[in-house]
C-alpha cells in the first residue's frame, strides 16, 4: 500500500503533539513496510480537528482528526481494511461542512501541500499574480490595486489603494516596504496562520508591492513569540531566491526586490504603524506624530508602504484573479473575503474565510457551534483587546466595516472572542484599563496616565466607592483617552470599558 501523508507543522498542531504524530507515522510505517510519504504541511486553521491528518491512497485524499500518537496505529489499520470504520474518520477535508461552507481566496492554499515548495506553490496559482504585475507599469499596478476595493486587513481598514498611490508619487531614491507581522491582538491568529501555512503569498505579494511603487528593499517584522513562523519564513525567502524571485534581477527582468526579516521586540505598541518603524531602525518602539505619514515619511526618514501580512498577500489574489474577480466578494466598500478568528469560549475555534456580509450571530452559531462550556453566550468582543464587548442585542449585526462603526464597534484584525454567562464583565473593563497600561509607550499623557488611573476608577467602582460619581469620572477619562491620546493603543480602550458600562452594568456590583 502507498500513501501520502500530510500532517501540519504550524504552531497549533505543534502544540497539540503534532511531532509525536510524525515521529509514531514514521515508525509503525516502517514496522509494517508501508511505502510511506510525509509531508509537513500547513494547517487549514479547522483547530478544533487538530491535529489533522490527511492521507492520500490511491488518488482520494482523506482526513482523520484530532489525532493523537497513541491513535496512529489504529489509523494504518483503517487504511488496510475499512477505513469508514475509524471512529477518527472524515473522509474528503474540503467536504467537512465546517471548511466547505466557506470561500477561501486568500487561504486557498492553505493545508494543501508543503508550503515551502516553490512548485507545489506554482502549481496552485502561486506567483501568477507577480507574473501579470511584471507586465504591468507601476501606476497600471496600483490602479487594479485600487480598483479592487482592498482595503487594509490589520485593523484601520484604510483604502489600500490611497497609501499604494501615496507612496508611488512620493519621489525619492530609496523606498521601503514593510510588512507588519506584530500581530498582538487577543483572539486573532490569522497572519501567522498565513506566514506558516502560505508564506511564499507573503513574499509574492510584497515583491508585487515594490514594483508597484518603487520600492527595491522589503522587511517583515515579526512577533518575537512567532518562532515557527520565524522559521517557515526564513527558509521560504531563502527558496524565493534561489528561485529568481528574489534579488537584483526578478525572474530575468531587470527588476530588483530584496527582503530581510526582522524579529519584533517584544511589544504590542510595536503592532502601531510608526512605532514598528522606529523599532526597525533600532530605536525603542515609540509612536510618531502625524504628519508625516510613513508614506511620504516613513522608514529612515524615506517613502514606506506599510501593510499588515493579509493585506499584502491578498495584493498577490488581486493580480492574479483581477481586480472586478475580487471586487465582486463581499458588500458595500468591505470588498473582498473576511478572515474571522474564533477563540475564547467556544466550541469550533479556527479560521474562517468568508466574504464580508453575514452577521456575526451566523458566524458563531454556524461555524463556531456556540460555547465551549455549553452555558449561554453572555459577551463577544470583536477586533481585538480593544474591541467593544457586543451584548446579544447587536450579534445580528453584518460582518462589515461600515455596520460595526455604525454600532461604535469595530472588525479590526477579525477577531472574535466568545465569553458565556459566567464571565464578569467588569473584570474585564479593568483589564482593557490594565492592559493599556501594561502597554503604552508612554509618549502622550493621557494613554500613559489615563489607564493607570483607569484602573483605579474601575477598582472603586466594584467596590462600592461612590459608584456613580466614579461612573461619570470613569467615562470623562474614556472621552479623554479617546480624543487626546496620540494613537489607537489609548484612542480605542475606552471602546471595551464603555461597552461593558453600558450593556452589562450589572456587573459593576
Request: hydrophobic share 40%.
Amino acid at each position: 500500500m502507498s500513501l501520502t501523508c500530510y500532517l501540519p507543522r504550524d504552531t497549533t498542531t505543534l502544540a497539540l503533539g503534532g511531532q509525536g504524530i510524525a515521529a509514531a507515522l514514521v515508525e509503525h510505517a516502517a514496522r509494517r513496510s508501508l511505502d510511506m510519504e510525509l509531508v509537513r504541511s500547513g494547517s487549514r486553521g479547522a483547530f478544533w480537528l487538530e491535529p489533522l491528518l490527511e492521507v492520500v491512497r490511491d488518488g482520494q485524499r482523506m482526513a482523520f482528526g484530532p489525532l493523537t500518537a497513541e491513535e496512529v496505529p489504529g489509523v494504518l489499520d483503517a487504511l488496510a481494511a475499512d477505513v469508514t470504520s475509524h471512529p477518527l474518520y472524515l473522509g474528503d477535508p474540503q467536504a467537512i461542512p465546517w471548511l466547505a461552507q466557506q470561500q477561501r481566496l486568500t487561504f486557498s492554499r492553505a493545508g494543501l501541500g508543503d508550503p515551502l515548495s516553490i512548485a507545489h506553490y506554482q502549481s496552485h496559482q502561486g506567483f501568477a499574480g507577480l507574473q501579470r504585475a511584471l507586465t504591468l507599469s507601476p501606476q497600471e499596478i496600483v490602479t487594479e490595486l485600487t480598483e479592487s476595493g482592498l482595503r487594509g486587513r490589520g485593523g484601520a481598514a484604510f483604502p489600500a489603494g490611497i497609501k499604494w498611490q501615496t507612496v508611488l508619487d512620493t519621489s525619492a531614491q530609496q523606498k521601503f516596504v514593510v510588512c507588519n507581522a506584530d500581530e498582538g491582538d487577543s483572539g486573532t491568529f490569522a497572519d501567522r496562520l498565513l506566514m506558516e501555512s502560505d508564506p511564499l503569498q507573503l513574499i509574492e505579494g510584497m515583491i508585487i508591492a515594490g514594483l508597484a511603487v518603487g520600492a527595491t528593499q522589503g522587511y517583515i517584522y515579526l512577533r518575537s513569540e512567532y518562532p515557527e513562523a520565524f522559521h517557515m519564513l526564513s527558509e521560504a525567502i531563502a527558496a524565493a531566491q534561489q528561485a529568481g524571485y528574489l534579488g537584483r534581477d526578478i525572474c530575468g527582468t531587470g527588476r530588483a526586490f530584496a527582503l530581510e526579516l526582522r524579529l519584533g521586540a517584544g511589544a504590542y505598541i510595536c503592532g502601531e504603524e510608526t512605532a514598528l518603524l522606529d523599532s526597525l531602525e533600532g530605536k525603542r518602539g515609540v509612536v510618531r506624530a502625524k504628519p508625516p505619514l510613513p508614506a511620504v515619511q516613513g522608514l529612515f526618514d524615506q517613502p514606506t508602504l506599510v501593510h499588515n501580512v493579509l493585506t499584502l498577500a491578498a495584493a498577490s489574489t488581486v493580480l492574479a484573479r483581477g481586480a472586478k474577480c475580487y471586487r465582486d466578494w463581499g458588500m458595500g466598500r468591505s470588498r473582498g473575503t473576511l478572515t474571522v478568528q474564533l477563540a475564547g469560549n467556544i466550541r469550533r475555534g479556527g479560521l474562517v474565510e468568508i466574504p464580508f456580509g453575514p452577521s456575526l450571530r451566523e458566524v458563531v452559531e454556524n461555524f463556531g457551534g456556540g460555547t465551549a462550556s455549553g452555558r449561554p453566550i453572555k459577551a463577544i468582543q470583536v477586533g481585538g483587546p480593544l474591541g467593544a464587548y457586543l451584548p446579544e442585542a447587536q450579534w445580528d449585526t453584518a460582518l462589515d466595516y461600515e455596520s460595526f462603526a455604525d454600532i461604535g464597534a469595530m472588525l479590526g484584525h477579525g477577531g472574535v472572542v466568545v465569553f458565556d454567562d459566567s464571565a464578569d464583565m467588569s473584570a474585564q473593563a479593568r483589564f482593557a484599563m490594565e492592559f493599556c497600561a501594561a502597554e503604552s509607550c508612554g509618549k502622550c499623557t493621557p494613554c500613559r496616565i489615563g489607564a493607570v488611573r483607569g484602573v483605579e476608577l474601575v477598582d472603586r467602582i466594584i467596590a462600592r466607592e461612590a459608584p456613580q460619581e466614579n461612573t461619570a469620572l470613569l467615562r470623562e477619562l474614556c472621552d479623554t483617552m479617546e480624543h487626546g491620546s496620540l494613537c489607537a493603543m489609548g484612542g480605542l480602550t475606552p471602546n471595551p470599558v464603555r461597552s461593558a458600562l453600558d450593556y452589562f452594568v450589572e456587573d459593576f456590583g
